[in-house]
C-alpha cells in the first residue's frame, strides 16, 4: 500500500506539469475578458496541443488516455489557477451521451468544436413538474414531416444563455406510461422560438436559466435513441452528471474553519481551545478525511484499470451537507459579524458567507440527498425501488397537483 | 497509487471469510454470551492454529513476521463475526506492549507463548468511572511490586499476564505483572457484552517487572492506544458493516402495509447514511494501516481519524439495525442484541468518542505546529 505514481504514471504526471507550467494563461493574456472569453481561451489552449478531453478519442478532439491519466491532469490543472470551465456539462455530461447514441458523422461532426471549446452544450432535462422526478417532465415534442415540433419550459439550465447547443427530453406519447413516452434529441439553442430567462438564486448568482419553447423545430435526425427510448438515454447523461459533480472540492473545508477557530475568541479564549469546537471540527476532518481516502481507493482501481467500486457515491451526499454545516458554524463563531457579506470587511472576503448561501443548491443540484440516499439504498445496497403510483397507467392519467 | 490490499492480502481476508463463517456463526457469540465460559476456546484454539496470534511477531520470535495490512485484514474479519475471543487483548495491546518496549529477555519470554497462544495477555489501564490521566492513577509500582485495584480490565479474568499501568516515584510506568500469583485477586464483573469477558483485579504488592523505561509509562501508553486504535477500528468497521446487512437482510423479508419495508425511504435512508458512515470509516482505516504499517508520523491522526469514524459508524449500524427489525430486534432470540453490545464496548475500550475527538484536534494542532 502506498501513494506513489507507477513509472508510467509518474512519467506522465511529470509531462503534464511541464506542459502546464509553460501554457497556463498568464493575467496578461486574459485581460479585458470576460469569464466566457478566459475559459474559451483556455480551452482552445488545450485542445491545440492535444490536452483537451483527453480520455476521448483521437477523432473526436482527445487524446486516447486512460482513466487515471485524466485523474492525474485533473490533480495537476487543479494546482494552477486556471480560468473557471463552463464546459463540464458539455463534456461531462452531453458528449459520453452523443459518443453512446449519436452516429459517428454527427459525433465527427460535433465532438471536436466541444473538445476544444468552440461551441458550448448544455442540458435541458428538468422542468417545473420534473425535478427529483425527471420522467414526469411535459415539453412536448410532436412530430410533423422530418421534423419535430416543441413547446413547453424547461429550468434549471445551466449556461443556456452561452450554450450553442444542448440536449433534451421531450414528451412523445403522453398516452404511453411515464417512462415509455419519452424521447431524446440533441438541438441548435439558436433555433427560432426559444427564449431564455435567467433565474436569480438566493446566493445572487445567476448561474441557471428557464428555456421556454414555442414551436421550435429539431430535425428528426437529430433524435439520440428510438422514439420512446428517451428514458433510457437519459440515463447515460445522469451516469455522468453524478460521475462529475464530486461535492468536497472549492468553498469551505476543515483548513478553513480550523484556522478561522484559532483567529476569533470564544469567551475568554480562542474558538479552538473550547472543547464543543474541537469536537465539531473533528467529526468534520474524519469525513474530509475519509471522502479523501475513499477517492484514493477508487483511484487505485482506476490505476489498475479497474472499474471504482459504488464506495464513490458517497462523495455529493457527504460533501454537500458538511459545507453547508460548516458554513454555518464559522459564521455562528463570527459571532454578531457573521451577518456581514461584504468583500472587503468580512473574513476571506466572504467565503464563509458565500458558501453558507451557494450550499443549499449544492445539496440539491444534480441529484437532493433524498435522490442520492435513493441511490445509494437501490443501486449499491440492493434494495427495492420506492412503490410508484404512476406506474403502467398513461402519462396523461398520472395525478398532479394541478389536475 | 496503490491505495489498496495487495492480491495476498485479500487471499488471507477470503480465507478468513470462510474460516470464520464456518467456525464462528452467530451461535458461537451466542453461545459465550448465554453460558459460562470467557470465551470460545475451541475457537481460540483454531485461530491461533491459522497463526493469526503470531501475525506480525517477528520470526525469531516463533511469529510470522507478517505486517499490519495483514493483521488488519484479520481484525475486520473477526470485527465482522464478532469474535468472542480475547484477540484485542492479548494481541493489539499485550503483544504491541511488548514488542514497543520489551527487552531481549522479555521478548524472548513472552512473545513465543503469545505467538503460539500458550498464554493471552491484557492491558490493565481503567481504575474507575471517567477517563484516567496520569494525575489520577493510584495503582502503584515501587521496586518490583505492584498494588492497586484495576476495573474493568478486558479479558483480566483470561489472561496470564497484564501489562498494567501504574504511578511510581519515576511517574507513570508499564509494568508486567503475571497473573497467577498469590498478590493477584481477580474477579469477574458483569458488563454490557457478556461475549467479551472482563474482570476487577485487585494487586496486594505482586511482583511486577517494568516494561519500557520508568517515568515513560504514559507515553508508552498513549503510543500503544494509537496503534491499537487502528486495529480496533478495523474490528469496528467489520462489526458495523455485519449490522448493517442483517438490517438490510430483515428489511427485504419483512412486510408491513402490504410491503417488504425495505421500500420505505425512512428505512432505505436510514441503511444509505449507515453505508456512508461506513465508507468513511473504512476510507480513514486504509489511512491508518498505511500509517501504522509504515511506522509514519502521521499514525496519531490516522489512528485519532479512524477511531472517530469507526465509533460512529458501529454505533449508529448497530443501533438502527435495531430499529430497523422493530419490535423483534428487542428481543433476546435475535441476534441484533451483540452488534449493539460490541459496538459499546469496543468504543469505551481504549478510550471512547469525544477523548479520540481531543486525540485527533491536538494531533492535527502538533502536526500543523511543527
Known amino acids: ?403 | 497509487m496503490n491505495f489498496e490490499f495487495s492480491d495476498e492480502q485479500n487471499m488471507l481476508r477470503e480465507q478468513a471469510q470462510s474460516f470464520l463463517k464456518a467456525e464462528c456463526p452467530p451461535q458461537a457469540v451466542r453461545t459465550v454470551l448465554d453460558g459460562d465460559a470467557a470465551f470460545d476456546q475451541r475457537l481460540w484454539q483454531k485461530v491461533v492454529d491459522m497463526g493469526w496470534t503470531a501475525t506480525v511477531i517477528p520470526e525469531e520470535y516463533d511469529g510470522l513476521g507478517l505486517s499490519y495490512l495483514e493483521l488488519s485484514v484479520i481484525a475486520e474479519e473477526l470485527g465482522r463475526c464478532l469474535a468472542p475471543l480475547p484477540f484485542s487483548s492479548s494481541v493489539y495491546l499485550a503483544t504491541e506492549a511488548i514488542l514497543a518496549a520489551g527487552t531481549d529477555a522479555q521478548k524472548a519470554a513472552w512473545l513465543p507463548k503469545l505467538a503460539s497462544g500458550a498464554v493471552i495477555g491484557c492491558l490493565a489501564d481503567s481504575e474507575a468511572n471517567g477517563h484516567l490521566t496520569a494525575a489520577k492513577l493510584t495503582t502503584r509500582y515501587a521496586q518490583g511490586a505492584i498494588t492497586g485495584v484495576k476495573l474493568p480490565v478486558a479479558d483480566g479474568d483470561v489472561a496470564d499476564f497484564a501489562v498494567v499501568v501504574a504511578t511510581s516515584d519515576a511517574g507513570p510506568v508499564l509494568a508486567l505483572v503475571d497473573l497467577n500469583q498469590p498478590g493477584c485477586q481477580r474477579q469477574v464483573v458483569t458488563t454490557l457484552d457478556p461475549s467479551r469477558s472482563h474482570a476487577s483485579i485487585t494487586f496486594e504488592g505482586a511482583s511486577a517487572e517494568l516494561l519500557g523505561e520508568a517515568g515513560t509509562g504514559w507515553i508508552q501508553l498513549q503510543q500503544l492506544y494509537n496503534r491499537a486504535a487502528v486495529l480496533f477500528a478495523w474490528e469496528q468497521v467489520g462489526g458495523a458493516d455485519t449490522a448493517l446487512n442483517m438490517a438490510k437482510e430483515y428489511a427485504l423479508g419483512r412486510f408491513a402495509f402490504g410491503r417488504p419495508i425495505a421500500t420505505y425511504q425512512a428505512i432505505k435512508h436510514k441503511l444509505a447514511a449507515a453505508y456512508v458512515k461506513n465508507t468513511l470509516a473504512r476510507g480513514n482505516c486504509y489511512f491508518g494501516a498505511w500509517a501504522l504499517s509504515t511506522n509514519s508520523s502521521e499514525l496519531p491522526v490516522a489512528a485519532a481519524s479512524a477511531r472517530v469514524a469507526a465509533i460512529q459508524a458501529y454505533y449508529y449500524a448497530a443501533k438502527e439495525n435495531i430499529q430497523t427489525h422493530g419490535g423483534m430486534g428487542f428481543t433476546w432470540e435475535f441476534d441484533c442484541q451483540f452488534p449493539y453490545r460490541r459496538s459499546k464496548l469496543l468504543s469505551v475500550n481504549i478510550g471512547s468518542e469525544a477523548i479520540w475527538q481531543e486525540k485527533l484536534i491536538s494531533a492535527i494542532e502538533a502536526q500543523r505546529a511543527a
Open chain 1, 1 to 403: 500500500m502506498d501513494f506513489n505514481d507507477t513509472p508510467q504514471e509518474a512519467a506522465f504526471r511529470a509531462e503534464v506539469q511541464n506542459w502546464l507550467t509553460a501554457n497556463v494563461p498568464t493575467e496578461a493574456e486574459l485581460a479585458d475578458m470576460d469569464y466566457i472569453g478566459r475559459a474559451k481561451l483556455w480551452q482552445k489552449k488545450k485542445h491545440d496541443a492535444g490536452w483537451a478531453c483527453i480520455r476521448w478519442p483521437k477523432a473526436h478532439g482527445g487524446r486516447d488516455a486512460s482513466a487515471i491519466e485524466q485523474v492525474i491532469f485533473n490533480q495537476e490543472e487543479s494546482k494552477f489557477d486556471t480560468p473557471a470551465g463552463i464546459f463540464a456539462i458539455g463534456q461531462g455530461m452531453c458528449a459520453p451521451t452523443m459518443m453512446t447514441w449519436a452516429t459517428e458523422e454527427q459525433n465527427q461532426r460535433f465532438m471536436p468544436p466541444l473538445a476544444s471549446g468552440e461551441e458550448v452544450w448544455c442540458q435541458l432535462f428538468s422542468e417545473p413538474a420534473g425535478g427529483s422526478d425527471l420522467a414526469a417532465l411535459r415539453t412536448k415534442g410532436v412530430k410533423d414531416g422530418d421534423d419535430w415540433i416543441v413547446n413547453g419550459q424547461k429550468i434549471w439550465t445551466s449556461g443556456a444563455h452561452y450554450s450553442d447547443f444542448g440536449v433534451l427530453v421531450l414528451r412523445t406519447d403522453p398516452e404511453a406510461p411515464k417512462h415509455q413516452g419519452l424521447t431524446y434529441f440533441f438541438l441548435d439553442m439558436k433555433s427560432p422560438g426559444i427564449e431564455i430567462k435567467p433565474i436569480r438564486q438566493i446566493s445572487g448568482g445567476a448561474n441557471f436559466n428557464e428555456v421556454y419553447f414555442t414551436d421550435v423545430r429539431i430535425p428528426d435526425a437529430q433524435r439520440l435513441g428510438n422514439v420512446g427510448q428517451g428514458w433510457q438515454v437519459a440515463l447515460t447523461t445522469l451516469m455522468n452528471e453524478r460521475a462529475s459533480i464530486g461535492g468536497g472540492g472549492g468553498g469551505v473545508n476543515f483548513d478553513s474553519v480550523f484556522e478561522l477557530a484559532q483567529s476569533v475568541d470564544f469567551g475568554e479564549r480562542p474558538a479552538i481551545e473550547d472543547p464543543s469546537v474541537r469536537r465539531k471540527l473533528a467529526d468534520w476532518y474524519v469525513q474530509e478525511a475519509g471522502l479523501k481516502f475513499t477517492g484514493y481507493r477508487s483511484m487505485t482501481a482506476l490505476s489498475k484499470g479497474e472499474i471504482p467500486g459504488p464506495e464513490n457515491s458517497i462523495g455529493k451526499l457527504v460533501g454537500a451537507p458538511k459545507q453547508q454545516d460548516m458554513a454555518s458554524f464559522a459564521l455562528d463563531l463570527l459571532e454578531q459579524a457573521g451577518v456581514i457579506w461584504d468583500e472587503k470587511l468580512s473574513e476571506r472576503a466572504g467565503l464563509f458567507q458565500a458558501t453558507y448561501m451557494a450550499s443549499p443548491g449544492l445539496r440539491i443540484a444534480g441529484g437532493t440527498d433524498e435522490i442520492m440516499a435513493n441511490i445509494i439504498a437501490e443501486r449499491v445496497l440492493g434494495m427495492p425501488q420506492d412503490i410508484r403510483v404512476d406506474k403502467g397507467i398513461p402519462f396523461s392519467e398520472v395525478p398532479t397537483a394541478s389536475s
